[in-house]
């Protein structure tokens, strides 16, 4: 196998890592109790724009 091919196999390999994880966050975030929930504890959290704050982070990371 050429050294390519390896490297492709990899990006394949955590692009379909990369999809999992966005679907876990995806489904996570829209689970989150409304914010007027009398149950609200996002103490893990945060909140939501931190969660965006978060991933925007990652997104401008990701365009160096």
């Known amino acids: 196998m050429t050294k390519a091919r390896k490297i492709d196999n990899e990006m394949t390999k955590h692009a379909a890592q990369f999809e999992t994880v966005m ?3 995806r489904d996570s975030f829209y689970d989150l109790p409304a914010p ?6 996002w103490g893990h959290v945060g909140s939501a ?3 965006v704050n978060e991933l925007r982070d990652i997104a401008n990371f990701l365009k160096r």
Request: aromatic letters at 8%; charged letters at 25%; glycine letters at 0%.
């Open 23 to 25: 679907q876990q966050i």
């Open 36 to 41: 007027e929930s009398d149950y609200l504890n």
């Open 49 to 51: 724009e931190h969660v």
